[in-house]
């Protein structure tokens, strides 16, 4: 099992930026990605970012794609930390936004079928004028 800690979100107007950041803790973590999955009211969960944590590659919704970036660090055997920047942020961007877990997978199988087995608390991020 993994442990994820989630921090970052806010209010931020159009056009803005905002940093969320994932505390990742657990065993086996090379064999994990890690990704930020968001919900926004009456809309299913979806992954916009996702990252695979041996190697770094990452996937990125259309959505997304050129205005999030997804990176990480390696703190220990056991500790990942995990950053999603969001520049030019827009009113539809506005979701709680979810760091997630998901083992032996790929950065875009997780993103894409959403194979995730561990979820964070959440955080909003509200994107208004």
């Known amino acids: 099992q993994v442990q994820l800690v989630e921090s970052g979100g806010g209010l931020v107007q159009p056009g803005g930026s905002l940093r969320l950041s994932c505390a990742v803790s657990g065993y086996s973590l090379d064999y994990y990605a890690i990704g930020w999955f968001r919900q926004a009211p009456g809309k299913e969960r979806e992954g916009t970012s996702c990252i695979s944590l041996d190697d770094a590659v990452a996937h990125y919704a259309d959505s997304v794609k050129g205005r999030f970036t997804i990176s990480r660090v390696n703190a220990n055997s056991t500790a990942y930390l995990v950053s999603l920047q969001m520049n030019s942020l827009k009113v539809e961007d506005t979701a709680i936004y979810f760091c997630?877990?998901?083992?032996?997978?790929?950065?875009?199988?997780?993103?894409?079928?959403?194979?995730?087995?561990?979820w964070g608390q959440g955080t909003q991020v509200t994107v208004s004028s």
């Open positions: 997630a877990a998901s083992g032996w997978t790929t950065a875009r199988n997780m993103c894409i079928i959403n194979t995730v087995t561990d």
